[in-house]
T-cell receptor, first 114, second 113 residues
Framework: SQTIHQWPATLVQPVGSPLSLECTVE??????LYWYRQAAGRGLQLLFYSVGIGQISSEVPQNLSASRPQDRQFILSSKKLLLSDSGFYLCAWSTPGLAKYEQYFGPGTRLTVT | DQQVKQNSPSLSVQEGRISILNCDYT??????FLWYKKYPAEGPTFLIS?????DKNEDGRFTVFLNKSAKHLSLHIVPSQPGDSAVYFCAASRGGSQGNLIFGKGTKLSVKP
């Protein structure tokens, strides 16, 4: 069966510090991968998606970047965090080509920028 | 511009009764709709979906209804249980190989014993 891991679960970082959040998927090959952010009182905002290794698309301009160095690994990064980067970050995967579009989410990372 | 709208931020229902969560969308190109359930500090869990070629899909206590002419869908939970208390997100897809979803802001359901 497929599983998705995210770490760390919680993170407190000062403004201006770098960020690296990691997501890995097991039990599937060539998944589509996604990074979302849920800010307080808001819905899920898609930040990045990837349909393959090294292929990253950004949905919104921001202080963050993403990379996919391996088929089942997706990394969210920032060189210098802003207060507005605080939120709950979620990684998700889906199986391309099934025309069902279900995405399956990891447990999330709570990021607090102080 | 919010393409998927959940206009009720919260809903309170008595245990055993029906919960009805509503969702409206504006983009007629959406062809697949999904509902997710989310507990605090956890990732959303996929609940049920419906293709735009159908008007109803049922899975146990959960039924999703789609009214394309009104650009409206709803999730019915019968009977509601205290464990159903969570935030429910409606999502829509325009298809495509990337499979991107657009989410509503969510409705917090509270089921009281």
């Amino acid at each position: 069966s497929q599983t998705i891991h995210q770490w760390p679960a919680t993170l407190v970082q000062p403004v201006g510090s770098p960020l690296s959040l990691e997501c890995t998927v097991e039990g599937t090959s060539n998944p589509n991968l996604y990074w979302y952010r849920q800010a307080a009182g808001r819905g899920l905002q898609l930040l990045f998606y990837s349909v393959g290794i090294g292929q990253i698309s950004s949905e919104v301009p921001q202080n963050l970047s993403a990379s996919r160095p391996q088929d089942r690994q997706f990394i969210l990064s920032s060189k210098k965090l802003l207060l507005s980067d605080s939120g709950f970050y979620l990684c998700a995967w889906s199986t391309p080509g099934l025309a069902k579009y279900e995405q399956y989410f990891g447990p999330g990372t709570r990021l607090t920028v102080t | 511009d919010q393409q998927v709208k959940q206009n009720s931020p919260s809903l309170s229902v008595q245990e055993g009764r029906i919960s009805i969560l509503n969702c409206d969308y504006t983009n007629s190109m959406f062809d697949y709709f999904l509902w997710y359930k989310k507990y605090p500090a956890e990732g959303p869990t996929f609940l049920i979906s419906i293709s735009s070629i159908k008007d109803k899909n049922e899975d146990g206590r959960f039924t999703v209804f789609l009214n394309k002419s009104a650009k409206h869908l709803s999730l019915h939970i019968v009977p509601s249980q205290p464990g159903d208390s969570a935030v429910y997100f409606c999502a829509a897809s325009r298809g495509g190989s990337q499979g991107n979803l657009i989410f509503g802001k969510g409705t917090k359901l509270s089921v009281k014993p």
